[in-house]
């Protein structure tokens, strides 16, 4: 099956300063990859998608300026927090659909946690 | 704002009995219907899946019924077991929205 990689799968920071999440597909070019926020015992919630050479679609309520998505080639997708607060602290899953593929399916990275200091 | 409303919020099961999952939604504009499984610090996985033409799917233990009516999809896992212990959404996809269902934590029970 489709595997997608998250780097790191977790990391600590301090307050205002920047972090990178990685997120890629790994045997399959994806045209399009989510990123979700999942705090504990909560549901995952859409953030933004991107298409591969376009700019980000942010939902509602989502800072585009903060939460940065870059998705520049067909198998990697990032997501930079910038000035990062203790409020940002969460589980961050990416996930990729297959645009080889007749398919809504998407598959899912195993998540990076977030903990801010 | 497109609802889906999932339930049990928790659901604790024997083992060997049936593990039933709701989500009703709102939309009938969908084009793709999962159930994905969540264990603790893990991304979600797809468990089982259907289209919108099809009322019915089985994949070994686990089966997903679509009432179109009722504007509901369920999972069932039959012969449940301990290893089923985990947390389970639903995600309503059509062309221009995306949203998980709540989550079920379900236990089986030994």
């Known amino acids: 099956g489709a595997v997608v990689s998250q780097h790191p799968s977790w990391v600590i920071c301090k307050s205002g300063t920047s972090v990178k999440i990685e997120c890629r597909s790994l045997?399959?070019?994806?045209?399009?990859m989510f990123w979700y926020r999942q705090f504990p015992k909560q549901s995952l919630m859409l953030m933004a998608t991107s298409n591969e050479g376009s700019k980000a679609t942010y939902e509602q309520g989502v800072e585009k300026d903060k939460f940065l998505i870059n998705h520049a080639s067909l198998t990697l997708s990032t997501l930079t927090v910038t000035s990062a607060h203790p409020e940002d602290s969460s589980f961050y899953i990416c996930?990729?659909?297959?645009?080889?593929?007749?398919?809504?399916?998407?598959?899912f990275g195993p998540g990076t946690r977030l903990t801010v200091l | 704002q497109q609802q889906v409303k999932q339930s049990p919020q928790s659901l604790i099961v024997q083992k060997g009995g049936i593990s039933i999952i709701n989500c009703a939604y709102e939309n009938t504009a969908f084009d793709y219907f999962p159930w994905y499984q969540q264990f603790p610090g893990k991304g979600p996985a797809l468990l089982i899946a259907?289209?919108?033409?099809?009322s019915e799917k089985k994949e070994g233990r686990f089966t997903i019924s679509f009432n179109k009516s009722a504007k509901q999809f369920s999972l069932h896992i039959m012969d449940s077991q301990p290893g089923d212990s985990a947390t389970y959404f639903c995600?309503?996809?059509?062309?221009?929205?995306?949203?998980f269902g709540s989550g079920t934590r379900l236990s089986i029970r030994p």
């Open positions: 259907i289209r919108p033409d099809v």
């Open positions: 995600l309503y996809s059509s062309a221009s929205k995306i949203i």
């Open positions: 996930s990729a659909r297959d645009g080889s593929a007749d398919s809504n399916e998407q598959f």
């Open positions: 045997d399959f070019q994806a045209t399009t």
